[in-house]
């Protein structure tokens, strides 16, 4: 390389690397460093060690926060929301399945039945995640947070049998049930007593659908 193209290669190097600008001085019209890390709020200072959605920083996150929950309380109350979040949109999912798989007898009651179940538990789904957001959280739902988080697994293969669809939506039911009723007793000791109350109704629900279910269960000709 000729001393002039080298001399021209350090020059575009040069003009490719901005050059620092330099720092306000307190007193004037712009803010310093320090006057801006002072003015971030909780929330945005904790960005990089949370991942609720009240961590994540940035102008329109800055209303959002926990509440009148603490950190540790958040994550208790967020982990049982997020969980059955997951589990009530895999639950209308499954009943939808068997809505549309069912065939022999019992097709139109069963049919008719899964749908007037799923009418009681969808609301439960949108409430479940605007309460995760209205205390600082963020909602997974793609299809592998579901798997994740859920305890109700949506079957792959078709089943028509009507006795093994109601058992299996009664033994899911019963999990779910039980799952409402302990995370109300947790949620209560973190004390989001307004979560404890979603929950008491939604185990209520849940306890009569699978009641319903059960009884058809006594019928020796469902099959």
């Known amino acids: 390389m000729t001393k002039k193209s080298s001399k021209a ?18 007193g004037t019209k712009d803010h310093t460093v320090d006057d801006v890390q002072a003015a971030r709020s909780p929330a945005e200072a904790s960005v990089g060690r949370q991942v609720d959605a009240a961590h994540e920083g940035g102008e329109f996150n800055q209303l959002v926060n926990h509440h009148y929950l603490t950190e540790e309380q958040f994550k208790t109350v967020s982990e049982t929301l997020q969980r059955n979040l997951a589990t009530s949109i895999n639950l209308y999912l499954k009943f939808k399945k068997y809505h549309w798989d069912i065939r022999g007898r019992f097709f139109r009651d069963l049919h008719l039945a899964y749908d007037e179940f799923i009418e009681e538990i969808f609301p439960s789904i949108d409430e479940q995640a605007e309460r995760l957001v209205a205390l600082g959280g963020s909602p997974k739902n793609a299809p592998e947070d579901l798997a994740r988080y859920s305890v109700v697994k949506v079957p792959t293969e078709t089943v028509r049998d009507a006795r093994t669809q109601v058992a299996d939506l009664v033994s899911d039911l019963s999990r779910v049930g039980k799952g409402y009723r302990d995370d109300s007793g947790t949620v209560d000791d973190a004390e989001d007593h307004a979560t404890a109350d979603m929950y008491n109704g939604y185990a209520a629900t849940i306890d009569k659908i699978r009641w319903m279910l059960q009884a058809m269960m006594d019928d020796e000709q469902l099959n």
């Open 9 to 26: 290669a350090e020059k575009t190097a040069g003009a490719a690397t901005p050059t620092p600008r330099a720092t306000k001085t307190r």
